[in-house]
């Protein structure tokens, strides 16, 4: 197949370019780099079946250049403002919600039928329970989980309107080699730049489910073959989940580093976190699919991934 990836130059862009690409598709991949960076992709150029264009996925004129040089069968879409802690209305309506936007115009305009979108937990807002595909009303409390709720309902409008298959994957915290934000992210940059201190958001009791993206980019691809229906919307994740407080203590631990860990206080690391959740995972379970690493393992491999150690 031919295969468009927006956002393809980033952390999680990359490894679905590696993995489309040795399953044997081509894949033109578009970042404008504003958060990915070139050489996550510089293994693939010359596989002979990889592009990178480096453009705004909201530029129409590039992206009909785009689609006129190109036949796709399938696009994913992960450009994105995955800057979450930013949490500004504008940066996330252009980035989040308007490449959606665009990019469905380009699909229906060229004829495009399959389209895998990575959403998020955030669409959830704070919720208790275990959160399921078909809970609602949904209220999100950050700008960036709005309009990932907003991208996924004009998606489902285009499914109606035009044909479209299209396969929602909500994903819990992802982790692993070429991060290019989030908590490991940030307390590996903090503890270089000043060993003997860390800062941690919030009170450390923050917990999520954390998944490897070796996993995650398993887990898309088995359900992009396996799941038919006009629109697929998967929870992913691991059962368990991880505090923020033990990912500080990995992280120390395998920087071999004793720090002063300073703690800001409150639930919560910024306005618009969701400092806890969990998802039901029966849906992917029962298509076959189901995470092999647990929370704490998949975190722990990230850090060593990160530090050139695994
Ligand atoms: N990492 C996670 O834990 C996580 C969790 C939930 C959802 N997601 C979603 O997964 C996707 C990938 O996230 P990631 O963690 O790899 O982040 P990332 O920032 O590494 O990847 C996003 C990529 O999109 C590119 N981009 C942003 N705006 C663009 C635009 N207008 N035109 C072209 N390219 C643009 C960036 O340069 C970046 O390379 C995003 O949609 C994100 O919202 C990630």
């Known amino acids: 197949m031919k295969i468009l990836v927006t956002g393809g130059a980033g952390f999680i862009g990359s490894h679905v370019c590696d993995r489309l690409v040795k399953d044997g598709h081509a894949v033109v991949c578009v970042d404008d780099l504003s958060l990915g960076r070139e050489e996550n992709v510089q293994q693939l150029r010359g596989s002979g079946k990889f592009l990178f264009v480096k453009a705004d996925v909201t530029d129409a004129k590039a992206m009909r250049k785009i689609f006129e040089t190109n036949s796709f069968d399938a696009c994913f879409h992960l450009a994105a403002n995955s800057d979450i802690m930013v949490n500004d209305l504008n940066i996330d309506y252009r980035k989040t919600f308007l490449t959606t936007h665009v990019l469905l115009d380009f699909l229906k305009s060229y004829r495009v039928k399959q389209l895998i979108f990575t959403s998020t937990s955030a669409i959830y807002g704070e919720k208790a329970g275990a959160l399921r595909e078909d809970d609602g009303p949904l209220r999100p409390i950050s700008f960036y989980g709005a309009f990932k709720l907003a991208s996924e309902a004009i998606i489902a409008a285009h499914v109606h309107q035009h044909g479209l298959q299209a396969w929602v994957f909500r994903f819990p915290n992802v982790v692993g080699r070429r991060l290019t934000h989030g908590v490991i992210y940030d307390f590996m940059r903090k503890l270089t730049l000043r060993p003997s201190e860390l800062e941690v958001l919030g009170d450390g009791k923050q ?19 396996k799941a038919n229906g006009d629109s697929n919307v998967f929870n992913l994740g691991a059962d368990s989940s991880t505090t923020v407080k033990s990912i500080a203590a990995m992280v120390v ?34 298509l076959g699919w189901k995470a092999k690493m647990g929370s704490n393992d998949a975190v722990r491999l990230a850090i060593k991934e990160q530090l050139g150690k695994a």
Do not use: C, N
Not at 207 to 225: G, I, N, R
Not at 259 to 286: E, N, Q
């Open 207 to 225: 917990e999520k489910p954390y998944l490897h993206v070796s996993e995650l980019v398993d887990a898309m691809l088995f359900a992009w073959k």
């Open 253 to 286: 631990q395998e920087m071999g580093l004793k720090p002063k860990v300073r703690y800001t206080g409150g639930d919560r690391g910024w306005k618009g976190d969701v400092p806890k959740f969990a998802y039901d995972l029966s849906r992917i379970h029962a």
